[in-house]
Antibody, heavy 120, light 107 residues
């Protein structure tokens, strides 16, 4: 059974960089065939896709966030990470990591989510 | 930017059939996926590629597609089906998009 677990600071100051890591267990990122995504959900709102990374390191980001997002992968640790720069209060959200079985979605495994609050 | 449109809410009595629609111009060319999200939990995939059901998802969940609209149907709704439901697809460039979500209330 594949499991994903997000980790990182729950509080980030405005203008700083939000950094989260997703640790995958029960399956290897480097086996290929899956697209490892970050998705966020503002409090009481809907889901917003941030971007994905493939095991090879190729990435695709949501154009609305592209200028501030970097997703990287560490296959030796079976982890992938999110960096979101220049955060504001509007970036306060629950951040999920998820496995996409398809390049355009089909998120079949999700982490439990982690709330990141942007505040001074 | 591309949008998927869902009704904000749908209400149904136990045992009845709930239908949740999702509209988008690119749906004739892109698959749709459906997720169920209960309060405080991560979403769960209930339908993929318009009408396929993952293992472990009850048979009462089904999906269909017609033109620019896809529909999630829950037959014989149970109290445990009360949740938010999100459709998901992609635009022509491959950017993943979610619908705004539909709150299913079981009366």
């Amino acid at each position: 059974q594949v499991q994903l677990q997000e980790s990182g600071p729950g509080l980030v100051k405005p203008s700083q960089t939000l950094s989260l890591t997703c640790t995958v267990s029960g399956g290897s990122i480097s086996s290929g065939g899956y697209y490892w995504s970050w998705i966020r959900q503002h409090p009481g709102k809907g889901l917003e896709w941030i971007g994905y990374i493939y095991y090879s390191g190729s990435t695709y980001y949501n154009p609305s966030l592209k200028s501030r997002v970097t997703i990287s992968v560490d296959t030796s640790k079976n982890q992938f990470s999110l960096k979101l720069s220049s955060v504001t209060a509007a970036d306060t959200a629950v951040y999920y990591c998820a496995r996409g079985a398809d390049q355009v979605g089909q998120f079949d495994y999700w982490g439990q989510g982690t709330l990141v609050t942007v505040s001074s | 930017s591309y949008e998927l449109t869902q009704p904000p809410s749908v209400s149904v009595s136990p045992g009845q059939t709930a239908r949740i629609t999702c509209s988008g111009d690119a749906l004739p060319k892109q698959y749709a996926y459906w997720y169920q999200q209960k309060p405080g939990q991560a979403p769960v995939l209930v339908i993929y590629k318009d009408s396929e059901r993952p293992s472990g998802i009850p048979e009462r969940f089904s999906g269909s597609s017609s033109g620019t609209t896809v529909t999630l149907t829950i037959s014989g709704v149970q109290a445990e089906d009360e949740a938010d439901y999100y459709c998901q697809s992609a635009d022509s460039s491959g950017t993943v998009v979610f619908g705004g979500g539909t709150k299913l209330t079981v009366l």
